[in-house]
């Protein structure tokens, strides 16, 4: 009886181990196709992203350019009593804000995090952080120009002077992060 539970129990462990085998391959192969997967996923999403990136950095250059206008505008008419806060504005050609494209980033932000270098993720976080105080800013921007939109005072045209160079310098520090996952990329 021993020699014939022996017999089987051979037999068994002869027929187990292809099926394990099997198994086990099936799932390398498996898991080896689904990290291919993921990894191309991640690949067109930071192709994207590095896509929306340049198109920001080139807003950020034609909106500073304006910016740049509006304060040397500001400069010009500070002690003009004839020109009101709004007209100098108006004839620099208004004030605008690049768009900061961080579509793509938020979409994968939401998914597939654990798939991403964190490096990338931290700088990415950070320019959807700045975006929002560059939001922040230019309502405080647009509030300042509505409360004195007749104002012909030097100070409110200073104040919205220095108010300005804050909002350049906050684009600034979206162009080196946007130079920071760039040089991460490489």
Do not use: C
Request: hydrophobic residues 45%.
């Amino acid at each position: 009886m021993a020699v014939k539970a022996k017999k089987y129990f051979n037999q068994f462990i002869k027929e187990i181990i292809p099926v394990i085998v099997g198994i086990l391959i099936a799932l390398f192969i498996n898991n080896w196709a689904e990290t291919r997967k993921e990894k191309k996923y991640i690949e067109k999403i930071f192709s994207t992203i590095s896509k929306e990136l340049l198109e920001t950095k080139e807003d950020i250059v034609k909106k500073t350019a304006q910016q740049n206008r509006l304060i040397d505008s500001l400069s010009a008419n500070m002690n003009n009593k004839n020109k009101s806060l709004f007209n100098v504005v108006y004839e620099a050609g208004g004030i605008s804000l690049p768009h900061i494209r961080v579509s793509t980033w938020k979409a994968v932000s939401n998914s597939k995090i654990e798939l991403v270098n964190y490096e990338k993720i931290a700088v990415l976080a950070d320019i959807e952080g700045l975006k929002e105080l560059l939001h922040l800013k230019l309502e405080k921007v647009l509030d300042l120009i509505y409360s004195g939109m007749y104002s012909v005072d030097y100070k409110e045209k200073e104040i919205l002077k220095i108010m300005m160079h804050d909002v350049i310098g906050t684009q600034k520090s979206i162009l080196k992060d946007i130079e920071k996952f760039q040089a991460i990329d490489s």
